[in-house]
Nanobody
Framework: QVQLVESGGGFVQPGESLRLSCAIS????????MAWFRQAPGKEREFVAA?????????VYGDFVEGRFVMSRDFVKREVYLQMNNLKIEDTAVYFC???????????????WGQGTQVTVSS
């Protein structure tokens, strides 16, 4: 059983940056993919980024990212991060960390989810 806990959300102005963290406990991640999704009010949950926990890191990003976000990991701390730069008002959403043994940019296959962390971008 994998447990995921996100942190790092907050209130920022357009153009500012935030780094989200996802602490991972339980389970062996050697065959897992890790991902970030987000859900804005009234909208469906949306794919942000994902990569395999081990092996060659080849990160896949959602089309809207446009080079502004970087996903990374720390094997020792068992954490993944989402560095978000040049934030826009439309980035306002609850951001979720997810884990699953296969990759998908759809929400349905992902087995493990955190509780989410709120990111609000407003002037």
């Amino acid at each position: 059983q994998v447990q995921l806990v996100e942190s790092g959300g907050g209130f920022v102005q357009p153009g500012e940056s935030l780094r989200l963290s996802c602490a991972i406990s339980g389970g062996s991640l050697s065959t897992y993919y890790m991902a970030w999704f987000r859900q804005a009010p009234g909208k469906e949950r949306e794919f942000v980024a994902a990569f395999p926990w081990t092996g060659i890191t080849r990160t896949v990003y959602g089309d809207f990212v446009e080079g502004r976000f970087v996903m990374s990991r720390d094997f020792v701390k068992r954490e993944v991060y989402l560095q978000m730069n040049n934030l826009k008002i439309e980035d306002t959403a609850v951001y979720f960390c997810a884990a699953h043994q296969t990759f998908s940019n759809s929400t349905s296959p992902w087995r493990y989810w955190g509780q989410g962390t709120q990111v609000t971008v407003s002037s």
